[in-house]
C-alpha cells in the first residue's frame, strides 16, 4: 500500500494540474497556424472530389461528420459524453499523410516549446518526467540484468563469479549514466556508494569513483538570482571582487573565492546550486522508491536502509545554518587543538555560506609533505585523535563524511610541536552519538584489541544487535576492515595487505557462501548511527592508509584504545557513583582508576616499543 502511494504521488508530481487546459487549446492554435502558413505558401494543397483539401480540413471536426469518403478512412466510436476518432488503414496520397503528420509535428514541437519556456509549471512537468523516465529506465535494465544472470545455470562456481562480475560492471555503468544524467542528489549517492568497499563489489564502487569529480556547476546567472532572492542583494553590492570559477564543485553547492565589500577581506562563499530546491522531495522519493522497489525484486538484498538514510540526512545538508552550527560547536570543543583548523563562519543562510578562507593541500599530496618537512606519521596520528574524539568524547558531533575533499593540510609556523594544521571543511553532516552507545562500542573495540572473543560477541550483540556466528564474522570484519580470520585469530594491529583486501571482496562476491545476504541483512537491521560510524570508519581507514604513516595501523589502534579506556573510566565512575557510598564507593573508585592506570601504562609501554622498533628500521 505504501508503494502504490508513492508511486501516486509521483505520477501525480509528473503529470499537469488540471487547470492547465489550456495546454491543448494553445497547442492546437499553433498547429492551425502553422497549416495556414503553410497552405498559403501553396506547399500542401492536392487534388480531392469537391475541392482542394488542405491539412486545415483534416483536423476539422465537421468534415470528418459530412464527407462519406472520409468517413472511410476513420473509425467512428462513440459514448454518452464524447466521440473519438482512430485512423485505419485509409489509402491517402503518402504526400498528404506526410504533410498531415509534418504539420502536427511541428505544431507540438512549437507548442511544447513554448509552453517550456514560458510556463514554469509545464517545464516542471517535463523535467519531472525525463528524471522519472531515466531512473526507470536504468532501474528496469539493471533488475533485467541481475535476473538474467541469477537465473542461469553454469558449468562451475568460476564461470557464475565471472557472469556475475560481468553484470556488476554493466549495471554500474547503467546506473552511471543514469546518476550523471539526473545530477544534484544522485551524484551524492553516487558518490557514497564509492565509499561503500566494505559492502559492495569492486565492479560498483570502481565505477562510480568518476562523481568525485563529475559534479555539474550552476551559472553565474543562477548565483546572482540565487543572492537576490535568499539575501535581498546584488552581488555586486556584497563583495568587491567575486571569483566566477568555483575552486570546487560538489553534488549539493560549490565555493567561490570572494572579497566582502565592507572590509576586503578574503572569503570562501559555499553556494547551493538553486536548482536542487525543484526537484529534492522528487528525487529523495524516488531514491526510496527505487531502494523499495529493489527490495521486492531481490529480497535477499535490502538496500532500503540506504534510501532512509538519504532522506533522513539530504534535508540537514542542505540547510546551511545546521553546518554554520556544527561548524562552531567543533571549532568550540577543538579550540585548544593546535593541529586544527575549522574555517570561521561569516555569515549563514539556509542556501548561502560565507566563511574564512583557509586553503591547504589535499592530504595524499606526498611532494607537499617532503617540500614542508610536514611528518606523515603525525598527521595519520591527529587525524586519529581527531576522529576518535568526535566518536568517544562528549559535547562534539561526529563528521559524518571525512573523504579526501573535506580534509586538507597546510603549513604553518611550528607551535606546540606541530608545523601543520589540518583543515576540516564541510560540517554539513553531523550525528551526536548516544552515550551509551559510545561506552559499548569502546568495550567491543577494547575487546577487539585484547583478542576476546566472548566480549566481542557480547558487546557486537549489545550496540548492534549482532547475533549468530556468521553474522558476528561479517560484522567484525565490515567494521575493522579486517578479514574475519585476522580479527579473531591474528593481529588486528598489522598492516592490512592487498591479499586480505582481495581475500574480503571475494567473500563478498561468492553468491553461493550467503555472505552479501546477510551483510545486506545485518545493515538492514542495525542502528542508523551505527552505520555512520561505519562509513566514517571505512574514510578514515583509507585516509590513514593513503598516508602511509612510517608506524602503520599500530599507532591508530594504540590511539583509539586510549580513548576507549578513557570512556570506559568514565563509564565505571558515574556506576560507582550511582550504586555505592562511603567506604565502598572510595574502595571502587580506586579499585577503577587502577585498572585505568594500568591499561594506559600498557599501551603507553607498547608505544614505546613501537617507536623504537621503527627508530632502528
Request: glycine letters at 4%.
Amino acid at each position: 500500500m505504501v508503494r502504490q502511494e508513492r508511486l501516486s504521488l509521483l505520477l501525480k508530481s509528473a503529470t499537469p494540474n488540471p487547470s492547465y487546459n489550456i495546454y491543448p487549446q494553445i497547442f492546437f492554435t499553433k498547429a492551425t497556424a502553422m497549416i495556414r502558413l503553410i497552405e498559403q505558401s501553396h506547399m500542401c494543397r492536392v487534388g480531392h472530389k469537391g475541392g482542394p483539401f488542405t491539412l486545415r480540413h483534416a483536423l476539422s471536426r465537421n468534415r470528418l461528420n459530412t464527407s462519406q469518403s472520409l468517413q472511410k478512412s476513420y473509425a467512428i466510436s462513440s459514448s454518452s459524453s464524447s466521440a473519438t476518432a482512430s485512423f485505419t488503414n485509409a489509402k491517402e496520397p503518402k504526400s498528404k499523410r506526410f504533410l498531415k503528420y509534418f504539420a502536427v509535428g511541428v505544431g507540438i514541437g512549437i507548442g511544447g516549446s513554448a509552453l517550456y519556456y514560458t510556463s514554469d509549471k509545464f517545464r516542471h512537468a517535463v523535467l519531472t518526467v525525463d528524471r522519472v523516465g531515466v531512473v526507470t529506465v536504468a532501474m528496469v535494465r539493471c533488475f533485467a540484468l541481475y535476473r538474467e544472470t541469477l537465473n542461469k545455470e553454469f558449468d562451475s562456481t568460476t564461470a557464475r563469479q565471472d557472469a556475475l562480475s560481468k553484470t556488476h560492471k554493466k549495471a554500474a555503468e547503467i546506473t552511471l549514466k543514469a546518476l550523471e544524467k539526473n545530477g544534484g542528489i544522485y551524484i551524492k549517492l553516487g558518490q557514497h556508494i564509492t565509499a561503500l568497499t566494505y559492502l559492495l563489489p569492486r565492479e560498483w564502487t570502481d565505477t562510480m569513483i568518476p562523481l568525485q569529480d563529475k559534479c555539474p556547476r550552476s551559472s553565474m546567472e543562477e548565483i546572482e538570482k540565487l543572492f537576490e532572492t535568499d539575501l535581498g542583494v546584488k552581488l555586486e553590492d556584497m563583495f568587491v571582487d567575486f571569483d566566477p570559477n568555483p575552486v570546487g564543485v560538489a553534488s549539493l553547492a560549490q565555493v567561490h573565492i570572494a572579497r566582502l565589500r565592507k572590509n576586503g577581506q578574503k572569503v570562501a562563499v559555499k553556494i547551493q546550486h538553486p536548482s536542487l530546491k525543484e526537484f529534492v522531495p522528487l528525487d529523495v522519493q524516488l531514491t526510496r522508491l527505487v531502494f523499495d522497489l529493489m527490495y521486492k525484486a531481490f529480497p535477499e538484498y535490502p538496500l532500503t536502509w540506504l534510501g532512509e538514510e538519504m532522506q533522513n540526512s539530504i534535508f540537514v545538508e542542505l540547510d546551511f545554518t545546521n553546518e554554520a552550527a556544527n561548524a562552531e560547536r567543533t571549532a568550540k570543543h577543538f579550540k585548544d587543538v593546535s593541529y586544527l583548523k575549522i574555517p570561521d563562519v561569516l555569515e549563514a543562510k539556509k542556501r548561502i555560506l560565507v566563511m574564512e578562507y583557509v586553503a591547504g593541500s589535499r592530504l595524499d599530496n606526498f611532494n607537499y609533505y617532503e617540500k614542508n618537512h610536514i611528518d606523515r606519521s603525525k598527521v595519520s596520528a591527529c587525524l586519529t585523535h581527531i576522529f576518535n574524539e568526535m566518536i568517544f568524547r562528549p559535547d562534539v558531533g561526529l563528521h559524518c563524511d571525512p573523504h579526501g575533499g573535506n580534509l586538507a593540510i597546510r603549513k604553518v609556523k611550528p607551535h606546540n610541536g606541530y608545523n601543520f594544521e589540518i583543515i576540516l571543511y564541510d560540517h554539513g553532516l553531523y550525528r551526536d552519538i548516544p552515550l551509551q552507545m559510545k561506552r559499548d562500542y569502546a568495550h567491543f573495540w577494547l575487546a577487539v584489541l585484547d583478542h576476546d572473543i566472548p566480549g566481542m560477541k557480547k558487546y557486537a550483540k549489545v550496540f548492534a544487535g549482532i547475533e549468530g556466528e556468521q553474522k558476528f564474522k561479517i560484522f567484525v570484519s565490515a567494521i575493522t576492515g579486517r578479514a574475519p580470520d585476522t580479527v579473531l585469530n591474528k593481529d588486528i594491529k598489522s598492516k592490512r595487505s592487498q591479499e586480505e583486501i582481495e581475500e574480503i571482496q571475494s567473500q563478498i562476491n561468492n553468491h553461493e557462501s550467503g555472505v552479501l545476504e546477510d551483510l545486506m541483512d545485518i545493515l538492514s537491521s542495525m542502528p542508523r548511527m551505527i552505520l555512520l560510524i561505519l562509513k566514517t570508519n571505512d574514510l578514515t581507514r583509507n585516509l590513514d592508509e593513503s598516508l602511509k604513516s612510517d608506524l602503520g595501523p599500530e599507532r591508530t589502534f594504540l590511539i583509539m584504545a586510549n580513548y576507549c579506556a578513557q570512556t570506559i573510566y568514565e563509564e565505571g565512575v558515574d556506576i560507582i557513583n550511582r550504586q555505592f557510598k562511603g567506604i565502598s564507593w572510595a574502595f571502587k573508585r580506586f579499585v577503577n582508576w587502577v585498572d585505568y592506570q594500568k591499561r594506559l601504562t600498557t599501551l603507553y609501554i607498547y608505544d614505546l616499543v613501537l617507536m623504537f622498533q621503527n627508530a632502528r628500521s
